[in-house]
């Protein structure tokens, strides 16, 4: 096959992407030949706010039902593939939308969402996000780890501290994830993972989806996919063929105001850091671009049958572990 058949046929599932949702990316999903995407509707909103991004979400699916559809399990992602479609996954970056009711999960859970992230890069009822010093999982947030393990909701740990990751994933009964994280064996920064914390999260039946986000690549705005595809295969070589795929993070027609929003603890509060300019590697700019990694990939030695793992397959095998299908 030749790279764009490969990209074709196969399952591609973007682990996080938190663009801004319009026809125009929905259009460049598709453009992109992207099966599934995890899509963020909830970052430092509360239940009420995050109840009126579903809806919002639900609405502009179904405005757009002849590019994208919704994802409750993995037979809607095949059904995606099957259809020439994207499914839409929700997710949360951050628990703070359970507020403090254990019943939330479940009730979000109904609302579509498969995918959350336990804290957004500081202190929740739940446990410490990666840019505070670290806690632990609270008494709280092993009720919640044990009622997302119940209805089925993954739990990401992408921007949680290394304390609070490691006992979420020893805590977890099903398998977690970082969905978009980068190697700090390539370049130190609070939001990318030891080279111990991969290994630690493969060993206990766990994932990570490979983030290309600058600011955490070793060559930052300058990077290329070729930077890109080094982190995908240096992360490969800790957790194995299995355990890995793709979390772009893509903040596709975002302005500077969406970034200042994410970057300050709370979206107001103080500041936690500040990532500059932000430009996705050359190659790799817009979703639309997707099918140049299956391409680097394959013209950097990955064979057929590990690509398909990396885009797409081990996401929808773990996911349906998750899901309880």
Same mark, same amino acid.
């Given at each position: 096959?030749?790279?764009?058949? #490969? &990209?074709?046929?196969?399952?591609?599932?973007?682990? +996080?992407?938190?663009?801004?949702?319009?026809?125009? @990316?929905?259009?460049?999903m598709?453009?992109?030949? #992207?099966?599934?995407?995890?899509?963020?509707?909830?970052?430092?909103?509360? /239940?009420?706010?995050?109840?009126?991004?579903?809806?919002?979400?639900?609405?502009?699916?179904? =405005?757009?039902?002849?590019?994208?559809?919704?994802?409750?399990?993995?037979?809607?992602?095949?059904?995606?593939?099957e259809?020439?479609?994207?499914?839409?996954? !929700?997710?949360?970056?951050?628990?703070?939308?359970?507020?403090?009711?254990?019943?939330?999960?479940?009730? /979000?859970?109904? +609302?579509?969402?498969?995918?959350?992230q336990?804290?957004?890069?500081?202190?929740?009822?739940v446990?410490?996000?990666?840019?505070?010093?670290?806690?632990? @999982?609270?008494?709280?947030?092993? =009720?919640?780890?044990?009622?997302?393990?119940?209805?089925?909701?993954?739990?990401?740990?992408? &921007?949680?501290?290394?304390?609070?990751?490691?006992?979420?994933? #020893?805590?977890?009964?099903?398998?977690?994830?970082?969905?978009?994280? +980068?190697?700090?064996?390539?370049?130190? &920064?609070?939001?990318?993972?030891?080279?111990?914390? @991969?290994?630690f999260?493969?060993? &206990?039946?766990? %994932?990570?989806?490979?983030?290309?986000?600058?600011? %955490?690549?070793?060559?930052?705005?300058?990077?290329?996919?070729?930077? !890109?595809?080094?982190?995908?295969?240096?992360?490969?070589? @800790?957790?194995? =063929?299995?355990?890995?795929?793709?979390?772009?993070?893509?903040?596709?027609?975002?302005?500077?105001? /969406? %970034?200042?929003?994410?970057?300050?603890?709370?979206?107001?509060?103080?500041? #936690?850091?500040?990532?500059?300019?932000?430009?996705?590697?050359l190659g790799?700019?817009?979703?639309?671009?997707?099918?140049?990694?299956?391409?680097?990939? +394959?013209?950097?030695?990955?064979? =057929?049958?590990?690509?398909?793992?990396?885009?797409?397959?081990?996401?929808?095998?773990?996911?349906?572990?998750?899901?309880?299908?």
């Amino acid at each position: 096959m030749s790279p764009a058949e #490969l &990209h074709a046929d196969s399952i591609v599932i973007d682990g +996080l992407i938190i663009a801004k949702w319009n026809r125009d @990316l929905f259009e460049d999903m598709r453009k992109g030949g #992207l099966t599934a995407a995890n899509c963020t509707v909830s970052v430092w909103e509360g /239940f009420q706010a995050t109840v009126n991004n579903i809806v919002a979400s639900n609405n502009l699916i179904r =405005e757009n039902s002849d590019l994208v559809i919704p994802v409750r399990t993995t037979a809607d992602i095949r059904k995606a593939k099957e259809q020439g479609k994207t499914g839409i996954l !929700y997710g949360f970056q951050n628990a703070h939308a359970f507020e403090d009711q254990i019943g939330y999960v479940e009730v /979000f859970k109904q +609302l579509g969402v498969g995918i959350v992230q336990m804290c957004y890069n500081t202190q929740n009822l739940v446990g410490t996000g990666c840019y505070e010093r670290d806690g632990g @999982l609270s008494g709280f947030g092993r =009720e919640i780890v044990a009622e997302m393990n119940r209805v089925g909701i993954m739990c990401d740990l992408s &921007h949680v501290g290394s304390k609070t990751s490691e006992e979420v994933i #020893l805590e977890s009964k099903k398998p977690v994830c970082y969905s978009h994280c +980068l190697p700090s064996g390539l370049k130190e &920064h609070p939001r990318n993972k030891s080279d111990a914390e @991969l290994k630690f999260i493969a060993d &206990h039946g766990g %994932f990570v989806g490979v983030t290309m986000f600058a600011p %955490f690549l070793a060559k930052g705005i300058d990077s290329t996919i070729d930077d !890109y595809a080094e982190a995908i295969e240096y992360v490969m070589n @800790l957790v194995g =063929e299995d355990a890995i795929g793709i979390g772009t993070d893509f903040t596709q027609g975002h302005g500077q105001d /969406f %970034f200042e929003y994410l970057t300050h603890d709370k979206g107001y509060a103080r500041r #936690l850091t500040n990532f500059g300019k932000i430009v996705n590697p050359l190659g790799i700019r817009t979703v639309g671009e997707f099918p140049n990694l299956t391409e680097t990939l +394959l013209k950097r030695g990955m064979s =057929e049958r590990v690509v398909r793992k990396v885009m797409g397959e081990n996401w929808v095998r773990v996911l349906k572990d998750v899901w309880g299908e």
